[in-house]
């Protein structure tokens, strides 16, 4: 099974929204998001979970629309979540490959590293739960 931990892409400055949780994409994050789809169609997605956040869910509604896919909030990938709060969650998917949008501070929580918004991290799951790296895929240009 695989993750797809996805930062959401990019969005509008935070004065953009009178509340951070209703901040929208800005014009370069509608493309990132629409580029997302080609950039993960070679994986079998069976699920898209994402931050309730609107930024996170518009980063995922096109794929979701084009894998006939619903989305799934959790709070558990809203900013401030724990490391130990995703784990759970990953627990959860009965090996179904899925995509997770999250934000940047949970994957530092997860992963102990920067990433830029539109990145996705192609991520597996290791015997004993953890998540292990195989791939790092740059935001679409």
Request: hydrophobic share 35%; glycine share 8%; charged share 30%.
């Amino acid at each position: 099974m695989s993750v797809l931990l996805v930062r959401h892409a990019r969005a509008g400055h935070s004065t953009s929204a009178p509340d951070d949780h209703l901040r929208p994409l800005d014009e370069r994050g509608w493309e990132q998001a629409e580029k997302l789809v080609d950039t993960l169609a070679s994986y079998e997605v069976r699920r898209i979970l994402t931050s309730p956040y609107v930024r996170c869910r518009q980063t995922v509604e096109q794929l979701g629309r084009t894998l006939e896919l619903p989305l799934e909030e959790r709070g558990e990938l809203a900013e401030g979540s724990t490391k130990e709060d995703v784990l759970r969650l990953v627990a959860s998917l009965d090996g179904a490959t899925a995509v997770l949008c999250t934000h940047g501070d949970v994957v530092y929580e997860l992963l102990g590293e920067e990433s830029k918004k539109g990145s996705t991290w192609v991520l597996d799951i290791g015997p004993d739960g953890s998540l292990e790296r195989r791939d790092y895929i740059a935001p679409p240009a």
